[in-house]
């Protein structure tokens, strides 16, 4: 097909912006298919570093719980403590009352 010497610019101008516009929608094609997987590889981190983080967060639920059951454990023989310290107090006073009477006793034969 023979063109006129009329429209033989304007046709490689239109080719040359068609050309140039195709380039662009490939590189834009393919700056979009760069942002995806980019956008993918940046969840596939906040996935592991949230993955990582649960983890963590059990384990130190774990040692809470180990602490609550050795908190309870040590309240449990702080309450036996209690306890036998009440029984003790109760003997001293009888101890007490035992060395108030040897005292008089011994104040009673002194003054005789």
Do not use: C, H
């Not at 516009?21 to 393919?30: G, M, Q, S, T, Y």
């Amino acid at each position: 097909m023979n063109m006129s010497p009329l429209t033989e610019p304007r046709s490689e101008k239109y080719m040359k912006n068609l050309v140039g516009r195709a380039d662009i929608e490939n590189a834009l094609v393919r700056l979009d298919k760069l942002t995806q997987e980019e956008t993918r590889m940046a969840i596939s981190q906040v996935w592991k570093a949230t993955r990582r983080i649960d983890e963590r967060v059990a384990s130190v639920d774990e040692g809470v719980t180990s602490v609550g059951q050795r908190v309870a454990s040590i309240d449990g023989r702080v309450a036996n403590i209690d306890e036998r310290m009440a029984g003790i107090d109760d003997r001293l006073a009888v101890v007490d009352e035992t060395v108030r009477a040897f005292d008089d006793r011994a104040e009673t034969i002194d003054g005789t």
